[in-house]
């Protein structure tokens, strides 16, 4: 059959197949320009000197990472030490992405199993409901939390006027405020995979299961879980890569105590007083770990299906 045999139910022949290069050609340029052309820009600031009103000279040096891993004094003429400033800012980066991605599987699950449960016609509106804050720039977004969490702003107003507290708590630049500004800001990514992978489970299994007296807890650990096991993982990287080089929230909610490695990596691209080969240094040594977290996955995830195939 002309340009669509078929064997077995495969196809044998490729309609598109001499022009699968050109067609690919758009999406290739795209990843060209607005992805790996900046990667390897950065990659080749991060290994440049540092010019003193900003910017950069191109003669190749090792001190923006030398800067982050080591402390050598004032005039860089000391022993070298380890540089715990920036590594507490690394770990401070990984605990709070951390939390922001557990608290939003740990709500994100039940709302994704509830809206993918709901009839047909609902679902639409749920998503829709969980969606449309999003439309709202990330900026503004995160100024109103700012808003509701001072001591004088309205969830104050509102612990007080109840008799929860006697005065107001100080959430303003704190941790958990960092924390409530990555979960608000990403709680969708966790939501919507979740959702589609919870919508095509084929919920006779779990009444299957019902059937031989498995219980609720039991039904979802053994059966539900494993199911729906690739969009949970997917929606815990979608939360966990963002929240781990985020700058606003640490920025507007957390303050100057409360560096995440987003932050710093912003301040040194700001104005003539920046240093852009640390900050292109630290976006590598950032970038180098996500990218590790997600080799173990992949692995952990091959391995996986090698063993259940």
């Not at 409901?129 to 900026?139: G, S």
């Not at 977004?141 to 001072?150: A, C, E, G, K, P």
């Not at 952990?300 to 299906?305: H, K």
């Amino acid at each position: 059959m002309a340009g669509g045999a078929t064997s077995g139910g495969n196809a044998v022949t490729d309609t598109y197949k001499e022009a699968r290069n050109w067609l690919l050609l758009p999406a290739w340029v795209t990843l060209s320009f607005l992805v790996l052309a900046p990667v390897l820009l950065m990659l080749v600031y991060s290994f440049l000197t540092k010019e003193f009103r900003g910017g950069v000279i191109w003669e190749f040096s090792l001190a923006a990472y030398d800067q982050f891993f080591f402390d050598r004094g004032l005039f860089g003429d000391d022993p070298a030490q380890i540089e715990w400033t920036y590594i507490a800012i690394f770990w401070r980066s990984i605990w709070q992405a951390g939390a922001a991605t557990l608290l939003s599987l740990a709500i994100g699950f039940p709302t994704a199993y509830f809206i993918a449960t709901r009839p047909e016609k609902q679902r639409v509106i749920w998503v829709f409901l969980i969606t449309i804050p999003y439309w709202v720039n990330l900026l503004i977004r995160t100024v109103s939390m700012r808003f509701l969490l001072r001591d004088e702003g309205p969830l104050n107003s509102f612990f007080m006027a109840t008799g929860l507290v006697d005065g107001p708590v100080h959430m303003i630049n704190t941790n958990f405020a960092v924390q409530v500004g990555l979960f608000y800001s990403y709680l969708p990514f966790m939501v919507l995979p979740i959702y589609a992978a919870v919508e095509r489970y084929n919920f006779t299994l779990s009444e299957a299961a019902a059937d031989l007296y498995a219980n609720k807890w039991i039904t979802l650990r053994h059966i539900v879980l494993p199911a729906v096991k690739p969009g949970v993982i997917a929606g815990c990287i979608l939360v966990f890569v963002p929240s781990l080089g985020s700058f606003l929230a640490p920025d507007l909610l957390g303050g100057a105590k409360n560096f995440m490695i987003g932050s710093l990596i912003e301040e040194q691209f700001k104005g003539n007083a920046g240093n852009w080969p640390f900050g292109a240094a630290a976006s590598m040594i950032l970038l180098t770990m996500v990218l590790i977290i997600l080799v173990i996955y992949a692995r952990a995830q091959a391995r996986s299906d090698k063993e259940a195939g």
